[in-house]
Each structure stands twice: as structure tokens, then as C-alpha cells.
């Protein structure tokens, strides 16, 4: 039995039978917005963590804010937990539904409402795919910048509920830095605006405090975001080293010079293989690791940034040093990193995306270390990071169908982000916590830290009925994660008195 | 009697006598760090918003975060409210004192306790002034972006208070962009840690939470910042015009143009004569407006950028534009800023700052409607201002002994707020709300959103003793402000439905 499951336990048993609660739906919902035959859940049994999976009691799909508004009333009024929803890409198990809970899922609130280039902002609804808004203001010269791997697929309210990243966060932020207000639901049926159309916003920051928070503090409606304009030229540089430390040390190289590359990403032996045989991205499969350094602006910045980073990556010992000649070639190069993770799963049955985070400084030490972990529990690790800002995603290589292996890569997974944490960093970059990292919570943070955020989370919802069993661990689940074993960050807050 | 003032309603009674409070704290406290003689007091009876002045209780200075943990656990147990306060530069009476309460003075906990070069952070107390940072790190060739005009005198405890910004804020962002990491005392006396040193924390974003919390949700005692690299160089053009709104519609036209400058400035007429009699700095003194815009980075990028901005500013209609010829004069251009509000201070006895917030595009229609308001209550009004985030800072100019002219130039001041928010815009920029702008909170927000707000608040302090009365209103003064014939600003919740 998985640590992560036993979250079943945390949702209460419910107060109301599934007929009920169908005919009350049913009394503002058309019948083909309310889903509840098995056939029809099973879409809906997991995200992108798919070894976890559940049967939703029922599924509601909205069509208008009015109609979220009832939902929540509804099942707030029945005391019934409510999983929101967006197209399910979260690799976190943030939107694994519960057996006795309703999933709401924005996907059918897909409008761009509003778009203003002179502002640069886009005013969209939360089932709005990530790259369908840099489409709608590609001719107005604009973009929205947080690009997370999956843009493609992934629902704006998606990116708000994980805080989501991507290759050119080190640039321009994340989520969080490209939000400026959110229309929001309350557990209770309200409907609130957080934020505001202007730089800043008086009283607590509830819009950062609302972003990240894995749809256990409302349901999000609507979303302003910023845009940017389209840079003038992006060029990237790729550079090869035969030793991974010595590509970890050129990130730090990089940064300290005072040069911030768009993206700045990198990629280990296995994962370079992977990638080369899959897209032929023309990488060195020689290499023990590369780097993928790219930088836009005005002509004239690019030119003298890649410049600059030829040096660096030439002077910090890198075997190879290309840069992409066209457009064509860039666009190759960034292929073979889009396309890492599909082709590591290509290696083995199965494959788990770890997500932690670390002080850039610190990794050449944890890329070693993560190696000795890897070696210690026979599973092959694949590294393929956002390396500028110091965010892991180890690939763990795995057969679900082997005993036990399932369970030894989680713990594997698990002593990765605790070194993470160990040095300084935490266990989640911009995947979320959701189900998945819900123990190495009580590794992170203090009890009464913890403490802290469920008072927060009470604050917002009193009763539990939001996403109840994700994100913040309870003290039972902390006591048993420390029962087997597992103990505490040592924090340092003895330095500062 | 202002409107302002009834706080003091607000406050609790208190439970203990002064005594039995002073013996309390000498048990932990040298004498010299316990201020209780009426004498002693007075330097903490206002801040920047001097208009609103009352003796605290007590004073006490700690030295070390031990001492802040003692007195938050002695005031906690005493249900003794308690006011934290930095230098005092604050412009909304956030640190004004409760005659029933302890003013926590963080002023001496002002050591520099770490500087990281290569991750680009400074570890410091709350203490510590915010030009003190950038000074101690600039032979690392790095920087603290956030620049409030009182950078000399405030301090970074009070920055994170009130989410300061300043002139650099337009591209660097707040204080909220550049802080990493906080240790907080809660209102219990536990010291807690906040965010991380890596990119991302997990749980709730309770970092962004606790900055601009004006002292309502715990106690700073140690702050993690990010670091810049000092630009490789920076140029400023000044541009003159004959009319506000063309002025106005000049700021639109350099962000459209996907330029992002350092800092870009406006100041009216008023401002500028004022200015130029006080520091001659060179200003056009017939035009009705200037506009200051800086651009920095690498000297190529400057030139290219430099450029554009000039043919900008000359096709937007201006009558005189100006490059600063060396670094002594692009200094003497922003001397005339920096000393604007002292300058404008010289032209009446009293002035009255206002901040508000803007989208840019409303800038000129906002302009306009301020001089009428200004009209209408026969009180002048200067503007120097962040025009490029659209952070307006009208200065009201009053005599304080004129019966009645105070009140007149809050209403004003008032009316002035109103009609940001009625543009979409906020009744703060980086000042925050303290005292003097809880009643335009019940303007910008709807009472479900003010009930969330104060939610946020118990969930950190049940018991309201963390600075009580400031930044979120009570619902009986909301509904003595409705009273009073104002009403709330009516919301746009159906256009997206």
C-alpha cells in the first residue's frame, strides 16, 4: 500500500445520498453538464499522476460563472468535498477526485473575454488553454510567458491552482509574476475579486495567496493576465560537457556574469540519448551532459549575450560549443528538450517526473548525490531541469509491474527532495504537492508551520470541502510519517537570533 | 473630529496595569530597551503621517530575536496589542501607537547578517535601512532594486510592511519581487520560517501574504532579499510639454512601444516650479508637465533604447526633449524629483500625500478629473508621480489652521481615491492603508471580500492584537462611512458570467 494513499481517509463520509444530490444538480444543470455513470468518470479517475487513480461520485461541467456559483452553494450547503478541474495535466495528483466527492471541471469555461494591448492584459476564463491565449495576442506583438511543458494542453486555471513555471520562468517569473487578478468562488458559493487591473492592490495579498494553492482555497472563474511583447530575436547556444557537475557549475557562471537567458536548461547522458534517438535534435550523444542556453531582447542585446555566453561556456570547460545557425535549428534544438520526457518514457515501462527545487549553487553537489541515491535503490535517474533557476525534475525509470518497484521509486523519489531540502531548497518547484509530495510537507515545514497554513486554509474553507486531502498534510499523517522513520528538517533559526 | 481617529475605539481595553507590563518586561529586558516616561514617548507618537499623533503605553527596542519571542509571548498572555514599527518613515500611520499599547521598535535589530554574491541574496535584520543594502553589496557589483524615496531613512522591515516600491519599481518590481525569504515572530512568540532560498515554496504563498500585511499578521525579524546586478550604465531624457494629458498619453505610448524603462517619472507644473526654485535642476518652468524616463542595462541597449524613447517623446507631442550630457546632470534631473514633495512642502504650511493606483491608460482622463476635484474644493494640488506603473501621488496643499481645512483636504483626498478605483484602478500604491485609508477599503471592496480579508487576519491573530484598527476595516466603521452617504464601488462580477 502506497504512503500517498490513505488521503481517502482524510475526506469525510457523506451526508447525502448520490440520487439527491443528482436531482438537486439537475435543477440548474442540463443533463449532459452532470456526468455520474461509471463509463462516463472514468475520464476523470486521475491527472497526470496516473498511479493514482479514483472514481469520482459525480462530475459537473459548467458553462457559466452563475452556474459554478450553485454548484458550490449546493454542495457546500450538503457538505460534499468538491475537486475542481481543469484538463488534468498536473502531474501532482492535485485533481484526484474523491469517491464520495464531486470533480468541477472549468473545462467548458473557455472564453477570452477581453484582450488590451495597450494595458497588456488578456481577461480569460479558467478552461482557457495556456498557449490558446499567446495565439489570441500573437497579432497585437504580445505573449503570455509562463510556458509550462504541457502549454499545449494545460488550462489557464490549471497554471493558477500549481503556480506553474516553465523554460522561460528564470526571465520572466512564474504564474504568479504574470497574474493580476483573479475572479474567485468561495467554498460558499461567493463570488470575489482578488486583485486588481492596476500595478498593486491594497490589504493582504490574497491573489498571490490564491495562486499555487491547489484549489483548496476557492475556485477560480476568471483570470487577468499580464502579456508581454514578443521579443525582437531569440538565439540559442548549446553547449556540451563531459562531466555533469562541470554543467552545473557553468549555470552558476552564467548568472553571476549578470546575463539573464530566457531559458537556460539542462540535460543529462540518459535524458540527451533518450531525446536524440526520439527527435534526432542533432545533440552530442558523447556528451555526459548539455546545456541549453537561450537569450532574446533587441538584435543587438542577443548578439552581445551570446557572445558572452560563448565565453563563459567555453571557459568553464564545456567540450562543445554550437549555436543554433536559423530559426529551423533553434527550433530543433528545443525539440529534443520538449520532447525529453516522452522520450525517456521510451526506456522503460514506466517513468515518475520529480519536481524540487535548490539554491542554484547547490548543484553540482545534488546532481552527484542524486547519482549515489540512484545507484543505492537500482533505479536509472534521468536529469532533465530547468537548471537557471535551480528546479529539478529528475526522471525516475521504473516498471510498475515489478513488486515493489512502484514503491521503492517513491521512496527514491522522496530521498530526492529531502536532499532538496537539505540544501536549502524545497520539494516542489512548480509541480504542486497535491497527493503526491504530501509527506516530504512534514519534512519542509515545522509543525507550526504547518499550523500556519491550515489556519490559512481554514480561513477560506472552515468544513474541509475544498480539494480536501491535498497540499497541507494533517497532523495524524505527519505523526505517521515520522513513525516510519522519517524526521524533520533541522531548521536554523538558532542563526539569526 | 477626523474620520481617521476613532481607532482608538477599535482597541481593546487593556487588561493589566502599566506596572505590572514594565516589571514584566524588566525580567527580560535591560532598562535601557523599556521606554515608559512621557518624554521618551514622544518621538514614537506618529510616523510620516503626522497629522495623527498618540502616546503608546510602553516602548521597547529588543536587540536579539529572542527578545522579540519574549515580548510577543508576555503581550500575548497579557492580550496586550502591540504596534511594530521600523523608522517610522511610513505615510498612512501604520506604526501610529495605541494609548493601550506596546510599540515594538525594531530599530535595533539591524545587523547585515549575510551576503551570498553567487545566489544573489542578502540575509538582514528588519532593522536595516534600505539604502544600507545596497551600499554594503555594491563592491559585489549588486544591488537592492526597490527604491522608496525615504531609502536613507527607512528601513527593510517597514519595506515589507508596506510592499514598498519606488522610482525603479516599473521594471524591478516591489518589495513582494525581490524578497526571498522571511523568519517571522507570530503574535505567540514561535519564530517561523517563510518561503525559501530556492525559486518556489510549497504550501501557501503566505511570503507574499505576510509583505505589505502592515504589522497585522506577525512580526519580520529577519529578511532574505534578492540582489541585482548594477547596470552596466543608465541614461535619463526629460521631455517638457504644454498639456498634462499629452504627457499622459506619452507614458501609454513608450510601454505600447515595448520599452520597459528604469524609472519613468511625471511632475505638473506646481511640481516643477516648486522643484526648480528649491534645487535648480534645470526644469523647463513654463511647461505644464515633465516627464522623467530612465533606461538602463548594457550600454548598447541604452543607446538603442534611448533613442527610440526620444523619437517617442517627440511625436507624442512634446515641446522640449532633453538627454541628460553626463552622469552629473542625469543626477541633477533626478535631484528635482527626489526633493519634489519637501519642495512643494515650502509653498503652503501643510501638504497632504496621496497614493493611488491607475491602469497607465487611464492616466490623462484621471489627470483631468483630479484638477476639477481640485477646483471644486479650492485646494491646489501637485502631481509627482510613477507614471509608468500609474502610481499617482497628488500633493494636496492646505494650512492645518485654517478651521476645517484639514477635514476638506481628507474629503478631497478621498474623492481623489474614489475616482482611482472608479477607473479601475486601487486606493494604494506602496504607502498602504494604516489608518488613513481603512475607510476608502470599504470603497474598493465588496463585504464579502473585506470578511475574507479579516478571516486572513484571525487565521494569524484570533485575538487582534497585531497593530489592531489599521488596514482592514471593521464592518461598523464600513457602515458609518455608508452613513456618511458614500457608497461602495459598484463591481463588474456580471460581465463575466
Not at 440 to 446: P, S, V
Request: with cysteine; glycine share 10%; hydrophobic share 40%.
Amino acid at each position: 500500500m502506497s504512503l500517498h494513499s490513505p488521503q481517502q481517509t482524510d475526506s469525510a463520509q457523506l451526508k447525502v445520498d448520490k440520487t439527491t444530490l443528482l436531482s438537486a444538480f439537475g435543477k440548474f444543470l442540463p443533463p449532459e453538464a452532470i456526468l455520474f455513470e461509471n463509463e462516463d468518470l472514468h475520464p476523470y479517475e486521475c491527472d497526470g499522476l496516473s498511479a493514482y487513480r479514483q472514481l469520482p461520485l459525480i462530475v459537473v461541467l459548467p458553462r457559466t460563472v452563475d452556474e459554478v456559483q450553485q454548484i458550490m452553494r449546493l454542495c457546500h450547503e450538503h457538505d460534499v468535498p468538491v475537486v475542481a478541474r481543469g484538463t488534468g495535466t498536473g502531474l501532482s495528483g492535485g485533481a484526484l477526485p474523491l469517491a464520495e466527492g464531486v470533480v468541477l471541471s472549468l473545462a467548458r469555461l473557455k472564453s477570452i473575454l477581453e484582450i488590451d494591448p495597450v494595458n497588456r492584459t488578456a481577461r480569460v476564463q479558467p478552461g482557457v488553454r495556456n498557449l490558446a491565449i499567446s495565439d489570441a495576442v500573437k497579432p497585437d506583438g504580445l505573449y503570455y510567458a509562463p510556458d509550462p511543458s504541457s502549454q499545449i494542453a494545460c488550462t489557464i486555471g490549471g497554471n493558477i491552482a500549481e503556480n506553474s513555471g516553465g523554460v522561460h520562468c528564470l526571465k520572466y517569473g512564474l504564474t504568479v509574476h504574470n497574474t493580476l487578478k483573479l475572479k474567485v468562488v468561495t467554498v460558499e458559493g461567493e463570488l470575489i475579486t482578488i486583485g486588481s487591473d492596476a500595478l498593486d492592490s491594497p490589504g493582504y495579498d490574497l491573489l498571490a495567496l490564491m495562486i499555487g494553492s491547489e484549489g483548496m482555497l476557492g475556485v477560480v472563474v476568471e483570470v487577468t493576465v499580464k502579456l508581454l511583447p514578443l521579443p525582437e530575436r531569440a538565439q540559442v547556444v548549446l553547449a556540451a560537457f563531459d562531466d555533469v557537475e562541470k554543467a552545473g557549475t557553468a549555470v552558476g557562471e552564467i548568472i553571476a556574469a549578470g546575463i539573464i537567458p530566457a531559458g537556460l536548461e539542462m540535460m543529462d547522458g540518459p535524458a540527451i540519448q533518450a531525446a536524440e534517438d526520439f527527435v534526432h535534435a542533432g545533440y552530442p550523444t558523447d556528451a555526459a551532459a548539455i546545456l541549453l542556453c537561450e537569450v532574446d531582447g533587441s538584435n543587438q542585446e542577443v548578439s552581445e549575450h551570446i557572445l558572452a555566453v560563448r565565453e563563459l561556456l567555453q571557459a568553464s570547460g564545456s567540450t562543445e560549443v554550437r549555436t543554433a545557425n536559423d530559426e529551423a535549428e533553434r527550433l530543433r534544438f528545443w525539440q529534443g528538450r520538449k520532447s525529453a520526457f516522452p522520450a525517456v518514457g521510451r526506456l522503460s515501462p514506466d517513468y515518475y517526473c520529480m519536481d524540487g527545487t535548490i539554491p542554484r549553487h547547490r548543484l553540482p553537489e545534488v546532481l552527484k548525490k542524486t547519482a549515489e541515491l540512484s545507484r543505492t535503490y537500482n533505479l536509472p535517474v534521468a536529469n532533465v531541469f530547468h537548471a537557471g533557476d535551480g528546479n529539478m525534475h529528475p526522471l525516475i525509470l521504473y516498471n510498475a509491474n515489478n513488486p515493489g518497484e512502484l514503491e521503492r521509486t517513491e521512496e527514491l523519489g522522496g530521498k530526492i527532495l529531502e536532499l532538496c531540502v537539505s540544501v536549502g531548497g524545497t520539494i516542489t518547484g512548480e509541480h504542486g504537492v497535491g497527493i503526491e509530495k504530501i509527506n516530504q510537507m512534514c519534512f519542509q515545514f515545522k509543525p507550526e508551520e504547518l499550523a500556519q497554513f491550515r489556519a490559512v486554509k481554514h480561513a477560506f474553507d472552515p468544513d474541509e470541502l475544498l480539494n480536501p486531502g491535498k497540499g497541507i498534510p494533517t497532523p495524524k499523517r505527519c505523526s505517521e510519517y515520522r513513525a516510519l522513520g522519517n524526521h524533520q528538517h533541522p531548521h536554523d533559526d538558532e542563526a539569526s537570533s
